[in-house]
């Protein structure tokens, strides 16, 4: 498995912006989709937002208006930048790659204070 480091996590005001990145260690090839989850306390892990090697993106309908998801295709890279940040952003936030195979990184923890 080829790690995936994440950083930008943090504690935050609501109201406030965090971006987050995630780097693959290793080159990968074949990467169609990269994208960001997370995970709140008690809840299950679920997609915030995905972009496609094409450039198509996805979001959750919560996050709509407020995150953008770019990539560097050429640099392994995935941002997500997180803006008018709440507290029900809270969670684990995970970054994902999928090719011939799905990657996860480790999570960077985002803890928005109200």
């Known amino acids: 498995q080829v790690p995936l480091v994440e950083s930008g996590g943090g504690l935050v005001q609501a109201g406030g912006s965090l971006r987050l990145s995630c780097t693959a260690s290793?080159?990968?090839?074949?990467?169609?989709?990269m994208g960001w989850y997370r995970q709140a306390p008690g809840k299950q892990r679920e997609l915030v937002a995905a972009i496609t090697s094409g450039g198509s993106t996805n979001y959750a309908d919560s996050v709509k208006g407020r995150f953008t998801i770019s990539r560097d295709s050429a640099k392994n890279t995935v941002y997500l930048q997180m803006n008018s940040l709440k507290s029900e952003d809270t969670a684990v936030y995970y970054c994902?790659?999928?090719?011939?195979?799905?990657?996860w990184g480790q999570g960077t923890q985002v803890t928005v204070s109200s």
């Open positions: 290793a080159r990968l090839f074949a990467i169609n989709s």
């Open positions: 994902q790659m999928r090719g011939y195979s799905t990657y």
